[in-house]
Every structure is written in structure tokens, then in C-alpha cells.
């Protein structure tokens, strides 16, 4: 079985453990960098030198140091790990009680111990799963969470470092990198604030250190420690990946518990240091991945209570840095606004692993910290049909402010795309986020090379994911308009259930991405729109089907582009603005029927087009079925529970909740 190259896996969760694993692999596959000094020279200089652990040889009754052994583990093969545990624990132990590790780290036997995963999000109730590290280094202190400490139950909120135990005879690279993978994967996903983690594997004979990272995997597998002849490496190694300094096993510790709060340091607009406190104490927004930027977004607070999003990431280098975008964009109306940042030059993947050398294959990326301003929730979180209009009209005209200086976007999304603040005037009641795959372009060509791995699956349009094996495609503002477009359907889709084609959208095969695609688009409206959910009412019917037909605009004129699809939206929200508000038990917010309210003035520009037009691609061919065989899309009516008061009162508040796309963001290097 093969991965798609990415672990983020589902919003509904992985099945099963066993369904993760080729994923895992697959991410990790061509990102495996071989040191065979890894575990000799990683933590030297950061534990106790030499002489201290000969020491320690010396004086403990479990290493006999003329026979260069440790006492407990036979001379014998092993056919059985489960022997194993309670020798290599003991070993573990001792060594952190004489080098007085044991006040916040202990090694634990946790073979039969059940450590929760998270998979998902938790609104849509993933499986439980759960996996089981032979032993556990757990730790204590201002990065493990409080009240899991308390609670003194093993599991990976608490896990400093995984340990596992093989034997020589059951030992195998391929699987048990994969296995210890899936362990590391959960500590990046539960305790947010890893840079790496340290996981060794160990037989009765040998110890190997392999260190995950957003670059992939830092191995030493063909020429392992013997723990018995190099018992000084052997120790040194265990004192490494129990180190009782957060940073040496992998944390970021600018951010930490204090108490039961959680805080992040970082600059302000001056680079002045401020600690921000971050409510909630789990970041709202992450990848479920190892490889890759990693990105992780905090909801904090500053000493005034103003609401700030901290977002980490880490960017391919060389790439150019989302704040010098962002620096670019200030002042644009629609586009999400940065409040400061932190860059530092030697945060860097390769300077982490100690490396210079730089094999083909291996991706080195760089740390940023930005700090952001604080908008709505995403598109999918609106209130009212005029709120999902306004955010729409208004971040795609802050896509043609960007595009005016030069910038495309890339990556619209329905994760990038956020309602505005609240009481935000025309312009800002929907704002552009996410530079990460933004580009400058040039203004006079203004196309770039279309890439299949660039922007989230699900909203690429049919051009880009066509562009997979060809290298003479190109990618300009059309895309991204057409991804709007793609964004809009998926909000507006039934979801109950969610239609079989758009979920196809996502697929991780770009060959029938497309082929579902083309047959959406050029199959006939009248199957394609039934699904549209009551809620939204015939206005958007007639608009979504309306925008279709005009999707494949002329290539050579962008002002007239941009004004035809902002049209579109312009004419539905008046036609919403002069409808009579409704009068059920839950009534629109009266400001969103206030018939006075203005449309924000669209931007123009001088830009013009060689690319291929959509309508040209449909009717000429391509991937999938044509206008001939479309790919028919089912009314959903026998879900017609719209007045059931579970419902009611589920969308009291969301009135809408979109399935959110499984792959967020394709990780492009």
C-alpha cells in the first residue's frame, strides 16, 4: 500500500493505527538522512563529559566493567523484547538517579500502557486511537502540561522522549522507523511546541538514535552504538534524550507553562520582548504532520487584552519569508495585516542537526514566528448568507489589491479565507490570509509556473492540478478565482451527506482530481446545484449556477475579470438586502438586512493573460469525462431535516458548518 506523502491525514481521523502507517511512510520516505555519528556526537557537549559517565561505570553494581557489559541483559539472543523491558528500564533509571535527572524525568515500562492519540478534530469524533512506546522517558517542568503531570498517567502530553525495545533477531529498519514515527508524529501534535524528538531503539546488543524533524528524519542505523563495549556513548546517548534542558530534547521553550497558564515570548512592532498569554492553551490551528512548514497558530493575549494570532512556521530556505510579504501588503484592504514578526537567521533545520553537508534530497527550512492581527473565523464559520457574501466579495477583491503589487496568492482556501472583524466597514469584512505559497510575480507577464503541489487539493483549480507531469503549464490570477469559486461550492454542499464528487476534490491522485472536476464543471447545472442546502434559498441558487457559466472569463482584460465575478456576489447581496428578513424563531442579525449598506469599491489594474481559458480546457479535453458524460451529482432531499430542533439549535450560532478539506495545505519544498 502506498501514501499519499502526507500523514495530516482526515478531520475524521485515522481508522486505525495500521490505516497511518503508510501514510507516515510515505511522508518520510525520500527525506531519511543517514550520520552515522548521530549518536555518538548529537549530545556531546550538552550532558555530562566523559569522565563523569566512566564514573558512573564504575561505581553502579549494573555494569560489569572488565567483562564491558551490563549484567542484567544475557549474552544470549533474545527472542522475546518483553525480557528486555525491565533490564533496559532499570538502566535508564540508574543513570538518571546518579546524575540527578530524576527530579523531572523518569524511564517508565509503557508497553502495556495505552497513550492517547489525536487524530482529527475533535468535532467530528474521531476513533479513539492509541499506541503503546515500549518505555517512556517522562518528564515534569514549565513544558509539560500541569495537570497531565498531576495526574502522573503515561501518555504523550508527558513524554519527553519514546524509547523502543527490539531484538537483534526482530528488529527491521523500514517497520520500525515507521513505528517510532507514528509516536513522534503525536508528540508534535500534542505538545505543539517541538522544534524535534529524539527517539532511540534498542536491542540487547545495539542502540540507534533517530531524530524527526520538520525536514524529515535524522538517522543512525548502520553503525549503532554497542551498548555494552561503548557503554560511554551508550550512557551518553540515554542522558541526551532525558535531558532534564527542554531545549536539548527538541522543545521551543519560548513557549512554557507558568502555573496552569500557558505563555509564548516573542517581539513586538519594535522588537521589544513581550509574553503573550495563549487562550486556549492548544493551538487552534495545526498540521498533523512531521515534514513539512509545521504550522501552528495561537490565539493569544497581550498585558491589554488585545487578541493576537501567533503563527509558527517553517518555511523551505531560501524561500522568501511571509513577513517581508506581509511587510508589502500593510494598509491593503482584504488582506489579512501582521502586527510584528520574529526571523532569526540561525534558526535552521541543518544548524538543529549540526550539518553543512547538505545531501540531494534534503530540505533545509527556517523558523518564523509572526504575529498577526486577530479576524473572524474562517468563511465556513458565518453567521448569515449575507455574512459568507460579504467575506467572499471582499477577500477576492483583497486577492486583486495584492495582485495589483505584484503578489499571487496560491493558496485560497476555505481555511484562508476569514470573516472580518466584527463591525468591520466594506473592504474588511472578509480578509485574505496565508502568504506561505504567495509569489511575486511579474507584473507585465504576471504567469508562473503552475505546480500540482502547490496550494490545498481541494480549491486547486482544474489547470493547476492538469499541470502534474507537465512542465509547460502556467498559473496566474484565474486560478485563484476559480478557486474562490471551488470554496463557495464547498460551503454551500449539503452536507448531510457531504457530496460523493467534491469530496473527491481532495483526492491525493491529481489525475482524478481532475477528472472529478472537469465533469463538475462541465456537467449540467441543474444536477450540479440541488445540492445546495435550503438555508441558502434560490439567490444563491441562481448566483453559484450563474458564476459557473462565467467562470472562464476572457484572459487578456483582469480589471474586467475581477469586476464580471465580483458582479456576481455584488447582485446577490442587494437581491439579500431586499429580501424581508425572516421571521422564525431565528431571526437574521436586523444589520445584515439594513438596505443602506454599502458595497466596497473594486480595485483595478492593467494586467494581461496568456493562459489557457478554462472554457478551452473543457471543450478540448483533458482529464475525465467531458460536457458528453458528466458525472452526475445526487439530490440529497431525503435529508430534509432542516426544521428539526437539533439542528436548529446546532446552527443557533454556526448557522452553517461546512466539512472542513483533509488536506490543508500540500507541502510544497
Request: with cysteine; proline share 6%.
Amino acid at each position: 500500500m502506498s501514501g499519499t506523502g502526507s500523514a495530516h491525514g482526515s478531520d475524521f481521523g485515522y481508522a486505525t493505527v495500521q490505516a497511518q502507517r503508510p501514510e507516515v511512510t510515505a511522508e518520510l520516505a525520500d527525506h531519511i538522512y543517514h550520520d552515522e555519528d548521530l549518536g555518538k556526537r548529537t549530545f556531546a557537549g550538552k550532558v555530562a563529559p566523559n569522565e563523569e559517565i566512566q564514573d558512573f561505570l564504575n561505581a553502579t553494581d549494573l555494569y560489569d566493567t572488565e567483562a564491558r557489559r551490563w549484567r542484567a541483559i544475557d549474552t544470549e539472543p533474545y527472542t522475546d523484547e518483553k525480557l528486555l523491558y525491565a533490564p533496559i528500564v532499570a538502566i535508564i533509571q540508574a543513570i538518571l538517579r546518579h546524575f540527578d535527572y530524576s527530579d523531572t524525568r523518569s524511564g517508565v515500562n509503557t508497553h502495556n500502557k495505552h497513550f492517547k492519540h489525536s487524530e482529527g478534530r475533535e468535532e467530528y469524533h474521531p476513533p479513539q486511537l492509541r499506541t503503546s512506546p515500549d518505555v517512556a522517558i517522562l518528564g515534569s517542568g514549565t513544558n509539560f502540561k500541569p495537570e497531565a503531570v498531576r495526574a502522573g498517567i503515561p501518555n504523550y502530553d508527558i513524554c519527553a522522549s519514546p524509547v523502543e525495545v527490539k531484538t537483534q533477531h526482530n528488529f527491521t529498519k523500514g517497520d520500525n522507523l515507521t513505528q517510532i514515527a507514528i509516536y513522534s508524529r503525536q508528540l508534535f501534535i500534542q505538545q505543539s511546541n517541538r522544534k524535534f524528538v529524539c527517539c532511540p531503539i534498542i536491542t540487547e546488543k545495539y542502540a540507534r538514535l533517530y531524530i524527526f524533524d520538520r525536514s524529515g528524519v535524522h538517522v543512525h542505523q548502520s553503525s549503532p552504538i554497542h551498548i555494552h563495549q561503548e557503554a560511554t556513548d551508550f550512557v551518553r546517548l540515554i542522558l541526551g534524550v532525558s535531558s532534564p534542558d527542554d531545549s536539548v530534547i527538541g522543545f521551543d521553550t519560548s513557549i512554557y507553562w507558568l502555573g496552569d497558564k500557558r505563555v509564548l515570548e516573542t517581539v513586538d512592532a519594535d522588537k521589544n520582548p513581550v509574553t503573550l498569554t495563549l487562550e486556549p492553551e492548544k493551538p487552534i490551528f495545526y498540521r498533523r504532520t512531521i515534514r513539512g512548514r509545521g504550522t501552528c497558530c495561537w490565539k493569544a493575549k497581550d498585558d491589554e487584552g488585545k487578541v493576537v494570532l501567533v503563527k509558527d512556521a517553517w518555511r523551505s530556505r531560501g524561500r522568501t519569508a511571509e513577513w517581508k510579504l506581509l511587510e508589502a501588503v500593510k494598509g491593503l484592504a482584504g488582506v489579512g495585516q501582521m502586527i510584528a514578526y520574529e526571523d532569526n537567521d540561525d534558526q535552521h533545520i541543518s544548524t538543529l542537526r549540526g550539518i553543512t553537508v547538505f545531501v540531494e534530497g534534503f530540505c533545509d527550512r527556517t523558523f518564523s514566528r509572526l504575529i498577526l492581527e486577530y479576524y473572524g473565523p474562517p468563511i465556513e464559520g458565518f453567521e448569515t448568507p449575507q455574512d459568507l457574501l460579504f467575506a467572499c466579495h471582499d477577500a477576492i477583491a483583497g486577492h486583486q489589491n495584492l495582485l495589483n503589487i505584484g503578489i499571487l496568492h496560491r493558496d485560497v482556501s476555505i481555511s484562508n479565507i476569514l470573516i472580518g472583524k466584527s463591525g468591520s466597514a466594506p473592504g474588511n469584512r472578509g480578509v485574505l490570509i496565508d502568504l506561505d505559497m504567495a509569489i511575486r510575480i511579474n507584473v507585465a507577464e504576471r504567469s508562473v509556473q503552475a505546480d500540482f503541489r502547490t496550494g490545498t487539493r481541494a480549491f486547486q483549480s482544474l489547470n493547476v492540478v492538469r499541470s502534474c507531469g507537465k512542465a509547460n503549464m502556467t498559473q496566474d490570477y484565474l486560478d485563484d478565482l476559480e478557486s474562490f469559486y471551488y470554496v463557495l461550492c464547498w460551503v454551500c454542499f449539503d452536507t448531510r451527506p457531504f457530496p460523493e464528487s467534491l469530496a473527491i476534490w481532495e483526492s491525493g491522485n491529481p489525475t482524478v482530481a481532475a477528472a472529478i472536476k472537469r465533469g463538475f464543471l462541465a456537467g449540467p447545472l441543474a444536477d450540479t446545484f440541488t445540492t445546495i442546502e435550503p438555508f441558502f434559498g434560490p439567490i444563491f441558487m441562481r448566483s453559484a449556477s450563474t458564476v459557473e457559466i462565467k467562470i472562464h472569463p476572457s484572459p487578456e482584460r483582469v480589471e474586467q475579470d475581477y469586476a464580471t465575478i465580483l458582479g456576481f456576489i455584488d447582485t446577490a447581496i442587494a437581491e439579500l438586502l431586499a429580501s424581508p428578513a425572516p421571521t422564525n424563531d431565528e431571526p437574521e442579525s436586523e444589520a445584515m438586512f439594513n438596505h443602506s449598506a454599502s458595497l466596497p469599491t473594486t480595485p483595478t489594474t492593467r494586467l494581461f493573460s496568456t493562459r489557457e481559458p478554462l472554457s478551452d480546457i473543457l471543450r478540448n479535453g483533458g482529464y475525465g469525462p467531458g460536457p458528453s458524460s458528466p458525472l452526475k451529482r445526487h439530490s440529497n432531499s431525503a435529508y430534509s431535516d432542516e426544521d428539526s430542533p437539533k439542528l436548529k439549535k446546532s446552527r443557533t450560532r454556526n448557522r452553517r458548518a461546512a466539512r472542513q478539506p483533509s488536506s490543508l495545505s500540500n507541502e510544497r519544498v
